[in-house]
């Protein structure tokens, strides 16, 4: 490969659309180092392959809100909207673009869509810690608030004298 292709260039290109992660053709053409029209082309070839879980053309609205959010004109110049890639449809792309390059980036990306499941994973596990800890102290200071409550509301004799005094003090 002429350049190495890392996580930290695949993760940034992939975003979530309509509720899944995805990647955009132009940026997967650009990681395979082919035009996004010959991408495209093989895919429409291949049409078959790419069933609407796997692949599928933006809207305009979304394509806006994507733009909008990424503050790029990477896109620009398009006459068509762009096509959506999910895992799986970035995991057929092998099955259609079968260059060295495309094999290793496929390896790549597959491995980049691994680790962002693995950080999930492990966010969804130090949430679930975070929420057991709040549950096991938020009863252990229930008893401690219930005790400040009870002094709060206690009223204070103020015919006792408070503090420390000594006996000789005390008026009798």
Known sequence: MDK?????MILPAVFVVRGVK???????????????KRLNEQVKRNFKRFPEDFM???S??????LKSQNATSRWGGRRTMPYAFTEHGIAMLSSVL??????EVNVVIMRAF???RQMLTETDDLRKMMENLRYEYDEK????FQALDRIL???PDKSKPIGFIWDKDIKK
Do not use: H, N, P, R
């Not at 955009?24 to 180092?33: F, H």
């Not at 305009?60 to 809100?65: H, R, V, Y």
């Open 98 to 103: 079968t260059s060295d390059k495309a094999i």
């Open 22 to 36: 995805a990647m955009l053709d132009s940026d997967l053409a650009l990681l395979y180092g082919v035009e996004t």
């Open 60 to 65: 305009s609205e979304e394509f806006k809100i």
């Open 114 to 116: 691994t680790k962002m």
């Open 4 to 8: 190495e292709i890392s996580l930290e």
């Open 153 to 155: 509301d206690m009223k």
């Open 141 to 144: 200071f229930e008893i401690v």
């Open 56 to 58: 599928f053309q933006l």
